[in-house]
């Protein structure tokens, strides 16, 4: 079973930076694909980024040149720096992972960090 733990997320004013990690443990072979998704209330979760394991990244047109995603594939980690954060950003933010574990495939979220921005 892989698990996936996000933390970093917190209350910030309109401009500021937060920086989320994801950390996936477990029985994990490979990890193709780690992302960022983000659901504000009422609405539903969309894709913010994503990242390759060869560093191939994605952003969704509203967070770029503002969020870097990144990755430590030696410790199955995941990184967003968020800089020039608006109120719209308020979000849960949810990290996914996609590889192999043993022994078979796997596609798995984490629970969430919930991010704030507001004055």
């Known amino acids: 079973q892989v698990r996936l733990v996000e933390s970093g997320g917190g209350l910030v004013q309109p401009g500021g930076s937060l920086r989320l990690s994801c950390v996936a443990s477990?029985?994990?072979?490979?990890?193709?694909?780690m992302g960022w998704y983000r659901q504000a209330p009422g609405k539903q979760r969309e894709l913010v980024a994503t990242?390759?394991?060869?560093?191939?990244?994605n952003y969704a047109d509203s967070v770029k040149d503002r969020f870097t995603i990144s990755r430590d594939n030696a410790e199955n980690t995941a990184y967003q720096q968020m800089n020039s954060l608006k109120p719209e950003d308020t979000a849960v933010y949810y990290c996914?992972?996609?590889?192999?574990?043993?022994?078979?495939?796997?596609?798995?979220w984490g629970r969430g960090t919930q991010v704030t921005v507001s004055s």
């Open positions: 996914n992972a996609q590889g192999r574990a043993i022994p078979t495939m796997f596609a798995t």
């Open positions: 990242i390759r394991s060869g560093g191939t990244s």
């Open positions: 477990g029985s994990i072979f490979s990890i193709n694909s």
